[in-house]
């Protein structure tokens, strides 16, 4: 007999305490439903085994790839066998950005220089090797200075870098990614013909980091590449000492002109006394096609899948329907979380809660909250039971990008709706983040584990304690 039959014959005991005028209140059976949860994770936890097929037999996982139907088809095939109510494949409708081959980029002086370097997703090509002089800028802000036709025929060098003395590396990351994803409009709207980009990362080393860009309609598309923190510090070096530098650019990147037809997967426990109402969590199944996307989000794939073996293993029945959804196209468009919340509201879902994890599969420290002040005091009310596990972190904060449209205006059904981000240690996220070092071998097991077991613990208690955020 499972370990959780005999939680619920163990005398009730409310443990009660008061903050701010209000109580505190869980009882004994949580704590004892938490262990469990940890146990069953750390002892025979399942997603360490399941990120390395994900990551070492599938690969890398862009969007309209095959690598990216075969994931989809694997974890379908995976969550059956917890015994869930019903898996599915819900449609979704994207672009399809392929990389290509031979793309370089080089300090074309006398010697030519290769430098570490890779497109942007969502690049247009060169149409063959590009040369020009660069303009190096310090960001957004110094290349906004410019005027229409001071940056003609030129390749813009946007070399500014995370803030290294910010502590939370999202807050540095937030700070400038700017640069990346619009700057090639920007710089296009001056004349550029093409844009470089120093890597999101607080690491100084050899290896270029991607990440998606857009443009904005009615200004020339020009292509944009991400250079290495230290080749970025290579070329500031060489136009410093020689007073000006000269790169081509190959990039043989473009978007398929068809749609591409691919799936977000969804599985679901469904509610013993409310099962119209969901708790969904969730994590992007895509992944750039450098490295093997293993915190990115591999890592959170599998947490979210270990949510429903837990939830099996340890014998929880929840009382609202509970929701897996692994989202396609997360990476380059957001198709998948679109979707997804377009759909629900055209089938007038009422989800009470939405959770993600997208942040790498680091140590947990807790949760970042999208919502009232009053549904995050409800949260932190269970800071004593969950701090054993190294969760004290209940704030305002960020939801994420698959779940933020269920909250949106467009799509909104319920008011009291609120979005929960895992809040894991971001001391390392940056250095794997959307490279070819973002692979399984740099995922730690322990650490992932946690973050399984954190996630299943917060949809336990979310799911048993749901009328107190509802009011």
């Not at 005991?13 to 938490?34: A, C, I, M, P, R």
């Not at 040369?131 to 410019?146: H, N, P, T, W, Y």
């Not at 946007?158 to 290294?164: A, G, S, V």
């Not at 269920?406 to 240690?425: I, T």
């Amino acid at each position: 007999m499972k370990f959780i039959s005999n939680v619920f014959v163990v005398a009730f005991v409310v443990l009660t305490f008061s903050t701010e005028g209000q109580n505190k209140v869980y009882d004994t059976s949580d704590s004892l439903v938490v262990r469990s949860i940890f146990d069953e994770a750390l002892l025979r936890g399942q997603s360490y085994n399941q990120l390395n097929y994900l990551c070492k037999v599938i690969g890398h996982r862009i969007t309209g790839s095959q690598q990216a139907d075969d994931a989809v088809e694997w974890a379908q095939q995976e969550v059956i066998r917890y015994n869930v109510s019903s898996v599915s494949k819900q449609s979704v409708i994207a672009n399809h950005w392929v990389r290509g081959d031979k793309e370089w980029v080089a300090i074309s002086e006398d010697v030519d220089l290769l430098l570490n370097a890779c497109a942007l997703g969502g690049s247009v090509g060169t149409d063959g090797p590009l040369q020009a002089q660069v303009v190096e800028v310090s960001g957004m802000d110094e290349l906004s200075r410019f005027k229409e036709g001071d940056l003609e025929g030129k390749i813009v060098f946007l070399n500014e870098p995370m803030d290294r003395s910010k502590i939370n590396t999202f807050h540095a990351y937030g700070a400038c990614v700017a640069q990346r994803y619009a700057g090639a409009s920007e710089a296009s709207k001056y004349g550029a013909v093409a844009v470089l980009v120093r890597s999101m990362t607080t690491l100084t080393d050899i290896h270029p980091h991607t990440g998606s860009m857009g443009y904005r309609e009615g200004v020339k598309k020009i292509p944009a590449a991400a250079i290495s923190t230290q080749d970025a510090d290579i070329l500031h070096g060489y136009i410093e000492d020689m007073g000006a530098a000269t790169v081509t650019m190959n990039l043989n990147c473009y978007t398929n002109n068809s749609k591409t037809y691919t799936h977000n997967l969804i599985a679901e426990i469904k509610g013993s006394e409310n099962p119209e109402q969901v708790i969904v969590f969730g994590a992007h199944i895509d992944s750039w096609d450098k490295g093997e996307g293993a915190h990115d989000d591999g890592a959170g794939v599998v947490q979210c899948m270990e949510v429903l073996r837990l939830f099996k293993e340890v014998g929880i029945k929840p009382k609202n329907t509970i929701r897996m959804v692994l989202y396609m196209n997360e990476e380059n468009g957001n198709k998948g979380g679109k979707t997804y919340a377009s759909r629900a509201k055209q089938n007038g879902e009422n989800h009470i809660c939405a959770i993600e994890t997208d942040r790498g599969g680091f140590s947990p420290r807790g949760f970042s909250i999208d919502g009232r002040e009053d549904q995050i005091a409800n949260i932190a009310e269970w800071t004593e039971l969950l701090e054993p596990y190294g969760l004290h972190y209940f704030k305002k904060g960020y939801g994420g990008v698959d779940i933020g449209p269920l909250k949106s205006e467009e799509n909104r059904v319920n008011n009291n709706l609120m979005l929960l981000g895992l809040y894991p240690d971001s001391q390392r996220y940056f250095d794997y983040h959307h490279s070819e070092t973002d692979v399984f071998e740099n995922v730690n097991q322990r650490e992932l584990e946690l973050g399984g077991a954190s996630m299943a613990s917060m949809v336990y208690l979310i799911d048993k304690y749901w009328d107190k955020f509802s009011q």
